[in-house]
């Protein structure tokens, strides 16, 4: 069964850091983080391909850096200088064979 695991997420106060995972349960190709907010659309916070380039919202653009790891088909993403506007439900996605996946989503909360 194809499966996308986050984790990682919790309540940090602005100006702090975290560290999401997603695990995939097999070689995924293009993989990336997506956020949503209450009341907003989900949107692509960065992605990956399988040789490791990547893109980025500018809005996380030398905050966040997105890594990933393909002998333990895991992603990563590394979240720094973080402010309220980050809060938001991080969903991991990754596609195979051309289907994209998502997984079942972690709560980031940036409060003090």
């Known amino acids: 069964q194809v499966r996308l695991a986050e984790s990682g997420g919790g309540l940090v106060q602005p100006g702090g850091s975290l560290r999401l995972s997603c695990t995939a349960s097999?070689?995924?190709?293009?993989m990336g983080w997506y956020r949503q907010s209450p009341g907003k659309e989900r949107e692509l916070v960065a992605s990956?391909?399988?040789?490791?380039?990547?893109n980025y919202a500018d809005s996380v653009k030398g905050r966040f850096t997105i890594s990933r790891d393909n002998a333990k088909n895991t992603m990563y993403l590394q979240m720094n200088s973080l402010n309220p506007e980050d809060t938001a439900v991080y969903y991991c996605?990754?596609?195979?064979?051309?289907?994209?996946?998502w997984g079942q989503g972690t709560q980031v909360t940036v409060s003090s």
């Open positions: 990956t391909t399988s040789d490791g380039n990547t």
């Open positions: 996605k990754g596609w195979l064979n051309g289907i994209p996946f």
């Open positions: 097999g070689r995924f190709g293009i």
